[in-house]
C-alpha cells in the first residue's frame, strides 16, 4: 500500500436512511475532520442518522491524526447516484424451483404480491414467477387439447402430493420421482371404476377412493401408481400388506375427495412455469444507466443481485422509478458539485458547511441551512457551532477539529486567519487534551510527501478543480515543514501534473509546495505557456515560481491566478 493510500473507512454501499457528512474530493485534514466533527454535533442534536463518510483517499498526517485521537476513518463514499441496490425492496417474497403451487401461491397471497423472484438453493436468481404464470400453470391442462381427460394430467411427485394434503404415506416407493399422474376418482360401482382404470396406464394412475373395501380391493390389485384414502377412510383387512406386494403407493388425506383432488392439482412444482432469462441487475448499478431498458420492458418486476455472487439482494418495480430515494447529504469544506462526491447533483443536499467563496452551480430542492463563513477553517466553525450549544465535543473529536484547524491556517499563521480561529483554538486544545504547539510540530512531521510519495498521489491528494473565467484549471497543494527535496522531484511532479491534463481534460494543472516554516511557495504551472508568461513572481526554473509570502491556496493564490487567466487570450 502507497503513502496516499491509507484506507479510510470500510466502504459499502449507500444506505439512503443515513445522513452523510461528507468533504469533498481529494480530501485533507480539515475535510476528513470537518466530517467528523459536525457528525457527533448533528447526533448530539438530534439527528441519529448522522455519519460521517469521505470521497478519496486518507492521507498519512490526517491518518495519524485519528490514530491520536482513536478515531475510526469515515465511511468511504465514492459515489451517491441512486443504484438498484438502492431503489430496491430488500424484505422480498421468494419462491424456488422445486416448491409447489400451493406453497408459493400461499406465500404471495399472505405478502398480498403479484409476482416474486425465483432463486435456487444458493440464493442466486433463476427466474421470475407471476400470478399469471401461475394460474397458466394450474389450468394449462384443462386448456391443452380441449378434452376432458387432458384435465385430469398432472404432473407432480408423491412427496408433494402428500405435503400438499398432509397426507400420511402408508406405503410406497420412489416418492420424490417427478411424473405426469392421471387423476381419477373412484367413487361409482366397481364395474364403472373397472372401466375407468382400464383407460389408462396402470403406471400413472393416481387414485381418489373412499372407505369401500371393494373398491380399495379393485383398485389396489389393478396395480395403480398410488392411491388417496380420502376422509381418513382405513383400508380394508389385508389390503395394506396386498398394496405393498402389487408396488401400490397408500396415502391417507384427512380432506374429502373434492378438497384432496384440488389440493393434489395444486401440488404441481412451479418450476415448468417459472420465466428463464429475465433482466436482474447488479446491486451498484447506477439508475441513470438502465431506467430506459427497465420502461421500455414489459417484464413487471425486476431483481437486483449481488456482484460476484449473483445472490437475491431484492426487487423492484416500475412504480419505483418514479421517485426513488436520494440520499441526504451534508457538505462540508466545499460548496460546489465539481469537487463533491460523484453523484452529489443527484442526491439530496440537506445543509452546507464552507468557508471558501461561493462558486458552481449547486442547487438544492428544499431552503437549506447553508454557512458560509470568512473564517480559516470549516472546522471552526464546527467547533463554533458546539460552543453556541453549550456543548464540549469529545476529546477524539476535538482533538480532529484542532488538527483541521491548525492544518488549513498553518496553526494561526496564515492570512486566512481570523479572530475567531485564534479564540477556539485553545478551547478545542483544552478539550482534547494537547498542547497546541507540540501538537503542531508533530502534526506536520508525520509524514514528508516530498520524499516519500509517487509524484502523481502528491498531485491528486489535496487537489481542486476549478471553471475560471472559461479555463478548466486545477490547483493541487502539498505542505512541508521544508521543501529541500523538491529539485530532486521537480520533473516527475511535472510529468504527473501532464498526465492529470490529459486524463481530466484541462486546460492548466498548477501545484503549490508550501514551506510552512519559512511561509513561502515554489509553484509548478504545466499546460499554457501564455499563463506561465504572465506570472510576475520569480521564475526558478522552466514553469517553476517562487511565491513568498503565499501560503493559502484559497486566499492567496487562487485570487491571484483568476487574474492572471484573465489577461491572457484563449
Request: glycine residues 8%.
Amino acid at each position: 500500500m502507497s503513502a496516499a493510500a491509507m484506507p479510510p473507512g470500510p466502504k459499502g454501499g449507500m444506505s439512503p436512511a443515513s445522513t452523510y457528512v461528507i468533504g469533498h474530493k481529494n480530501p485533507d485534514t480539515d475535510a476528513i475532520c470537518a466530517a467528523l466533527g459536525y457528525a457527533e454535533y448533528l447526533q448530539r442534536t438530534g439527528d441519529p442518522s448522522a455519519e460521517a463518510a469521505c470521497c478519496g483517499g486518507i492521507n498519512p498526517r490526517t491518518q495519524w491524526v485519528l490514530e491520536q485521537a482513536g478515531a475510526e476513518p469515515p465511511k468511504l463514499l465514492m459515489d451517491v447516484r441512486p443504484t438498484a441496490g438502492t431503489i430496491c425492496r430488500k424484505d422480498t417474497v421468494v419462491a424456488y424451483s422445486s416448491e409447489t403451487f400451493l406453497e408459493v401461491y400461499s406465500r404471495m397471497e399472505r405478502a398480498q404480491v403479484r409476482a416474486v423472484p425465483v432463486v435456487d438453493d444458493d440464493g442466486q436468481v433463476a427466474g421470475l414467477l407471476t400470478a399469471q404464470d401461475m394460474l397458466e400453470l394450474l389450468m394449462h391442462s384443462t386448456l391443452g387439447d380441449g378434452s376432458h381427460e387432458s384435465a385430469r394430467l398432472v404432473e407432480t411427485s408423491l412427496d408433494n402430493v402428500s405435503s400438499t394434503l398432509n397426507a400420511e404415506l402408508l406405503c410406497g416407493d420412489y416418492t420424490d420421482v417427478l411424473q405426469t399422474f392421471v387423476l381419477t376418482v373412484s367413487a361409482s360401482s366397481e364395474d364403472t371404476v373397472e372401466e375407468r382404470l382400464n383407460r389408462f396406464p396402470d403406471g400413472q394412475l393416481l387414485v381418489l377412493i373412499g372407505d369401500r373395501p371393494g373398491v380399495q380391493r379393485l383398485v389396489i390389485e389393478h396395480g395403480v401408481r398410488a392411491v388417496v384414502l380420502t376422509s381418513s377412510a382405513e383400508l380394508g383387512e389385508g389390503l395394506l400388506e396386498l398394496a405393498k406386494e402389487r408396488g401400490v403407493a397408500v396415502l391417507r388425506s384427512p380432506s374429502d375427495t373434492a378438497t384432496s383432488a384440488q389440493l393434489i392439482r395444486c401440488s404441481r412444482p412451479i418450476e415448468s412455469a417459472v420465466q428463464r432469462g429475465v433482466m436482474t441487475y447488479p446491486e451498484k448499478a447506477a439508475l441513470n444507466t438502465f431506467i430506459k431498458e427497465v420502461q421500455a420492458s414489459r417484464q413487471v418486476l425486476f431483481p437486483v443481485v449481488r456482484e460476484g455472487s449473483g445472490t437475491l439482494v431484492g426487487v423492484f418495480s416500475k412504480s419505483e422509478l418514479l421517485n426513488p430515494p436520494r440520499q441526504r447529504l451534508v457538505l462540508v469544506d466545499h460548496n460546489e458539485f465539481s469537487q463533491a462526491v460523484n453523484g452529489a447533483s443527484e442526491a439530496d443536499i440537506v445543509q452546507v458547511l464552507d468557508h471558501h467563496r461561493l462558486g458552481g452551480n449547486l442547487v438544492s430542492r428544499e431552503p437549506i441551512r447553508f454557512i458560509n463563513e470568512p473564517v480559516g477553517s470549516t472546522s471552526t466553525i464546527i467547533g463554533r457551532m458546539f460552543q453556541q450549544q453549550g456543548l464540549t465535543p469529545t476529546s477524539s473529536t476535538a482533538l480532529c477539529l484542532v488538527a483541521g484547524l491548525i492544518s488549513d491556517t498553518l496553526n494561526l499563521t496564515s492570512p486566512t486567519t481570523t479572530d475567531v480561529d485564534r479564540e477556539l483554538l485553545p478551547w478545542l486544545a483544552d478539550a482534547a487534551g494537547v498542547d497546541v504547539n507540540k501538537f503542531t510540530r508533530d502534526f506536520f512531521a508525520a509524514g514528508s510527501m516530498l520524499k516519500s510519495w509517487p509524484a502523481g498521489e502528491m498531485v491528486g491528494l489535496d487537489r481542486k478543480e476549478f471553471n475560471e473565467r472559461g479555463w478548466k484549471i486545477s490547483i493541487s497543494q502539498i505542505e512541508e515543514v521544508e521543501i529541500s527535496a523538491f529539485d530532486s522531484r521537480r520533473e516527475e511532479l511535472v510529468s504527473a501534473l501532464q498526465k492529470l491534463i490529459t486524463n481530466r481534460g484541462l486546460d492548466l494543472a498548477t501545484l503549490l509546495v508550501t514551506d510552512i516554516s519559512r511561509h513561502v511557495s515554489i509553484l509548478l504551472v504545466v499546460g499554457s505557456d501564455a499563463v506561465s508568461a504572465e506570472i510576475d513572481y520569480p521564475a526558478i526554473g522552466p514553469d517553476c515560481f517562487r511565491l513568498d509570502g503565499v501560503v493559502s491556496r484559497k486566499k492567496q493564490f487562487f485570487p491571484y491566478i483568476s487574474r492572471v487567466l484573465g489577461r491572457v487570450m484563449r
